[in-house]
DNA sequence: GAAGTCACTATCAAAATGATATGAACGAAA
DNA sequence: TTTCGTTCATATCATTTTGATAGTGACTTC
């Protein structure tokens, strides 16, 4: 998909999709949310090729959401964590999720719920600023220069 | 990536991001929620090959998030239109577009105004139960079965 | 010393991508 | 009435990516 001149535009949305963009990397980044930070737990969470999975997860050490760290010296190991921009991308994945439970929610469906209430969380994107539902108020969009 | 398996997974996750989770497929409904709706439209503002828009937007299509409509009849033409659920898309593209000007952020960005205030929205997802942004409370994960 | 674990790499067929050219159905201009 | 322009595509085909399967290296454990 050439992701050199996505990295260039101007459209932020453009530049959050290049690298990240594909189904494989957001779903090894969901598993990582999970605390999953091995090869073999991806692997097998997955079903994923290994020779995809080591790509896929050199493309996002690259790209800064993973790290890889050494948990072992000898036999020398590495596991891979989120960073903090890993980490940020979740609020993304909750709410892919919400729109797959909303229009793709045939059948039973895992449930995520907040750990203190025990009720199951309702995704909503805001804007923080006037606390409106995100597609509820009009956007203007501003391009530089 | 084989979609057939994401979609039976009891993941939300999994099966939002099945079908729409790649960068062309999200760049489409970037560019639809902007109010594009023409092929010539799309492959203008992406660049993209012909060939690769006409599949994509066949699969958006099929997914239900896309819609083909006549607007002419002599000479046949027809434009795409978002559906609901393609519409219900775009705070997932929003929240993309905050983490990429957080973390893909150098140099000029494109900016997201309210257009009644005027001011530059900031988008974050919260769980509406809570009131608390996604992420700072910890998450409780239930399998079906 | 045989078997198991873990994080990969090698190989290679099959599928997807993408650049370029072409088509089909018209309207409008020359 | 031939030609040009517009719009939504399809045809062709080289290149790239994928994904399935098997194997490897560095250990540990039985």
Redesign the pocket.
């Known amino acids: 998909?050439?992701e050199k001149n996505l990295s260039d535009t101007s459209c932020p949305i453009a530049r959050g999709v290049a690298g990240i963009g594909?189904a494989?990397s957001m779903l090894i980044l969901r598993d990582a949310s999970l605390g999953l930070t091995?090869?073999?737990?991806f692997?097998k969470s997955l079903?994923?090729?290994?020779?995809?999975l080591?790509?896929r997860?050199a493309m996002l050490t690259e790209e800064g959401l993973l790290e890889?760290q050494r948990y072992s010296e000898?036999?020398?190991?590495?596991?891979?964590v989120l960073t903090s921009a890993g980490r940020d991308f979740l609020p993304v994945l909750i709410l892919i999720g919400a729109w797959g439970r909303r229009y793709r929610g045939e059948g039973k469906l895992t449930q995520y719920l907040d750990a203190e209430t025990g009720e199951e969380i309702e995704p909503v994107a805001i804007d923080a600023v006037t606390g409106a539902k995100i597609g509820t108020r009009a956007i203007r969009i501003v391009k530089p220069e």
Request: glycine content about 4%; proline content about 12%.
């Open positions: 998909m050439n594909d494989w091995r090869f073999d737990q692997r079903g994923i090729a290994p020779t995809i080591t790509r997860l890889k000898r036999p020398p190991r590495d596991e891979y």
